[in-house]
């Protein structure tokens, strides 16, 4: 055998020690290479973590939009019913008359709830007449003005 000779020994010594080496020089490219991609690695993640990101932001977005949209036609629904509404109370044959004081008194007293409810909503007029100087849309009976109410 081999190891019986004396050079063979030193032989099978070299041999192991350039396996050890061999082995030690694959491990070492291995971390080189594993380090030298860790970056790449790390950008990688902030991008998948940026475009998740970006998705979330778009699906939000679009979902404001749908809402702002659907809102904006119940608003056009709602003003374009009221109108029809006041158009129609408009051509009623008494819709000049003037309310009686207790009946105007208890229509304020519904406008300010209605305000208070919904404080979102435009409730000037309603707060001014509430005041009593206000020029509202319901005219109250004025007996010591010597003129007609409901006129101008």
Do not use: F, H, K, Y
Not at 89 to 102: I, S, W
Not at 105 to 117: F, P, Q, T
């Amino acid at each position: 055998m081999i190891l019986a000779s004396p050079n063979g020994w030193r032989l099978a010594l070299g041999l192991v020690a350039a396996l050890v080496l061999a082995l030690a020089a694959a491990r070492l490219w291995e971390a080189g290479r594993r380090a030298g991609a860790a970056p790449l690695l790390a950008e990688a993640a902030a991008l998948r973590a940026a475009a998740t990101r970006s998705a979330l932001e778009a699906e939000g977005a679009r979902g404001q939009l749908a809402r702002a949209e659907a809102a904006s036609r119940a608003a056009l629904r709602l003003e374009t019913e009221t109108r029809a509404r006041i158009d129609a109370l408009n051509r009623l044959e008494d819709a000049d008359a003037p309310l009686d004081p207790d009946r105007l008194l208890e229509l304020r007293r519904a406008d300010r709830g209605l305000c208070d409810a919904a404080p979102g909503l435009a409730c000037g007029l309603a707060a001014a007449d509430a005041a009593g100087g206000g020029d509202g849309a319901v005219r109250g009976l004025r007996p010591a003005a010597g003129r007609d109410p409901g006129g101008p």
